[in-house]
């Protein structure tokens, strides 16, 4: 799998880490009060953007798998601007 092509979005909330996903949707990360911020996509998809966002995906991967059956994850890690980017793409 290709890494996903990154870039920076500002929304409402302001500026975060979207991505082409190949769903309609437009997934943002965005970082709030010094923590990552992530978005889980329709598609099952699910990356993570800002400081501490490796370990904020691991957490939040280990948690869900605790609670119900997830699907193997294909994961990168990337900057974006300053950004720090963590992605976890359910394989294929
Ligand atoms: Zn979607
Ligand atoms: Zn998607």
């Given at each position: 799998m290709a890494d996903p092509d990154f870039s920076i979005i500002n929304t409402d909330k302001g500026e975060g880490v979207t991505y082409?996903?190949?769903?309609p949707c437009v997934p943002a990360a965005v970082p709030a009060d010094g923590a990552a911020g992530f978005e889980h996509c329709c598609c099952g998809k699910v990356h993570f953007a800002g400081a501490g966002a490796e370990p904020a995906l691991t957490a939040y991967l280990a948690g869900r798998a605790n609670r119900k059956r997830e699907p193997r994850y294909t994961r990168g890690l990337a900057t974006v601007g300053a950004i720090e980017v963590a992605w976890a793409f359910p394989e294929e």
């Amino acid at each position: 799998m290709a890494d996903p092509d990154f870039s920076i979005i500002n929304t409402d909330k302001g500026e975060g880490v979207t991505y082409t996903c190949g769903c309609p949707c437009v997934p943002a990360a965005v970082p709030a009060d010094g923590a990552a911020g992530f978005e889980h996509c329709c598609c099952g998809k699910v990356h993570f953007a800002g400081a501490g966002a490796e370990p904020a995906l691991t957490a939040y991967l280990a948690g869900r798998a605790n609670r119900k059956r997830e699907p193997r994850y294909t994961r990168g890690l990337a900057t974006v601007g300053a950004i720090e980017v963590a992605w976890a793409f359910p394989e294929e």
